[in-house]
């Protein structure tokens, strides 16, 4: 059992996406002021480093050049040094060391490790983070290199500063851009909030127009006071209603011309039963007079049923789900069948009824259609041409394939009286009659016909039959021809030349 897909809000899904970059975006900015913040911190210490550095660098060189005195006289020289300069504050450590040329320590603290990479001679001071310890500090060293000593021998100078006041400051910093953003962050939510609320009210007010609609209305909905982006919802909206409209009308309409068609042969029902009652309540009952009204009932409720099937017939091309029961179906196989169905009616009127084309399963004539409705279509175009055909008459199917695969052409020829111009777009309308026939039919036929050609995508048109020999001016004939095409395509236009005649 499928699971009905969860409804979804609008206004919550525009929310989500309004805020969750929000929040995505909100710790990548706490990261990035951290960082930000440390490196502010360390700008002026830094400075202060360096400069502490260079000033006991230079001492080192004087201690530390040949002839400046013993060991224990540098050291004693550096150290003083040093004290001036880093005066320790209260927060923080300073650690300093002083390396002679071979390496020895010649001052400082031990516990500072030596850098691993590479030199950096005279002024250029370089700094790294490392431990004292367990203790991080920042250092700041640089190697002294003497040139007179015809060597690349070096001397390091190191001081090193425990992170006490950086972390201070960078704290201070943090505190300083964050705690506003803990403000802010809600304010901009609710204004989200409150912006959203605004911009989707017309749509509510939208819908509660719509809402208070009756169910009779179907005019189009207004478009000057609704947002541009949701025009083209409203455009489609009145389109449908449109659309609506005009099948209810012309449903209502089928519906009372049915009415009336089925009005005629029920009363001519009633009427003829209730001859023949008083007939046999009056004790006069002839035989003859009882045939004659059991013959017309029987008239009237062949007619009443032939109207209803084919009102049955036209609500089942009308039907979509049909569309899903589609399969391959051979036109010529289905046209030789109704033909022969067929051939009783037309030789008691003596009517030449036959079939011109391929036979079944020749090839190129097969299609995608619904079996019924296609059959439902050549019955009723083979039994309007025999309705209006005259006794003595022709009444020809006939299928063309086309030569280059594109469509099957399906024609129904008769010797009626033909169909005028200007009437030959109005047969196609249900309950239509031709002007001037005596003929008695339902008017659904060509009806069922055009709606089953339009769900299969078929072309029809009608035109007059070809001359044959014995003709007359006055009795041209009818050509319904309708055009499947076999691939889904374009239904083509140029039509084949029938091949020679082979009735059957």
């Known amino acids: 059992m499928f699971s009905r897909p969860e409804q979804r809000s609008l206004f919550g899904e525009i929310l989500d996406w309004m805020l969750a970059p929000l929040l995505l975006l909100w710790p990548m900015s706490l990261g990035l002021t951290w960082i930000a913040a440390q490196a502010i911190a360390n700008g002026p210490y830094d400075r202060d ?74 002024t250029a001071v370089r700094f790294r983070d490392d431990q004292v310890g367990d203790e991080p500090v920042r250092v700041a060293w640089v190697r002294l290199t003497d040139q007179r000593q015809g060597d690349d021998s070096e001397a390091l100078v190191q001081v090193a500063e425990t992170l006490g006041k950086r972390s201070t400051l960078a704290t201070e910093i943090i505190k300083g851009v964050i705690l506003p953003q803990f403000v802010i962050l809600p304010l901009a939510v609710m204004l989200v909030w409150f912006a959203l609320s605004r911009g989707i009210h017309p749509l509510a007010r939208l819908q509660l127009r719509i809402r208070k609609r009756e169910s009779t209305d179907l005019s189009p909905i207004p478009e000057s006071d609704v947002p541009d982006e949701v025009v083209p919802l409203v455009r489609a909206i009145n389109d449908l209603l449109q659309r609506l409209d005009r099948t209810i009308a012309a449903q209502r309409h089928f519906l009372a011309d049915a009415a009336h068609q089925l009005k005629t042969p029920l009363a001519g029902l009633r009427t003829q039963a209730e001859v023949a009652a008083r007939e046999i ?140 111009p200007a009437e030959r777009e109005a047969v196609f309308r249900p309950f239509y009659r031709a002007l001037g026939t005596q003929v008695d039919g339902s008017g659904l036929g060509l009806a069922i016909v055009q709606e089953v050609a339009q769900r299969h995508g078929a072309e029809i048109t009608v035109s007059d039959a070809r001359p044959r020999s014995g003709a007359t001016a006055t009795a041209p004939g009818a050509l319904f021809t309708v055009r499947f095409p076999l691939h889904g395509g374009a239904v083509a236009a140029p039509l084949p030349p029938p091949p020679a005649a082979a009735r059957s």
């Open 49 to 122: 480093l360096a400069e502490v550095v260079r000033a006991l660098a230079r001492q080192a060189e004087v201690q530390t050049a040949p002839g400046a005195g013993s060991v224990e006289a540098a050291r004693a020289a550096l150290e003083l040094a040093a004290a001036a300069l880093t005066r320790a504050d209260d927060e923080d450590r300073i650690y300093f060391q002083v390396l002679g040329r071979r390496g020895e320590l010649l001052a400082g603290d031990a516990e500072l490790a030596v850098p691993s990479d590479g030199a950096a001679s005279g």
């Open 281 to 420: 309540d009056s004790g006069r009952s002839d035989p003859a007079s009882l045939r004659h009204s059991l013959r017309q009932i029987a008239v009237s409720s062949q007619r009443a049923a032939h109207m209803v099937n084919q009102l049955l017939a036209m609500a089942r091309a009308e039907d979509a789900g049909l569309e899903a029961r589609r399969r391959a179906v051979d036109l010529a196989a289905v046209t030789r069948a109704v033909v022969r169905d067929f051939v009783p009616r037309s030789m008691a009127r003596r009517i030449d009824l036959g079939y011109e084309g391929p036979e079944a399963g020749s090839g190129g004539t097969t299609l995608m259609a619904e079996p019924v409705l296609l059959s439902e279509m050549v019955r009723n175009l083979v039994d309007n041409a025999l309705q209006y055909t005259p006794t003595g008459g022709t009444v020809t199917a006939r299928i063309v394939p086309d030569p280059f695969g594109q469509v099957v052409v399906l024609q129904v020829e008769d010797s009626g009286p033909g169909i005028a």
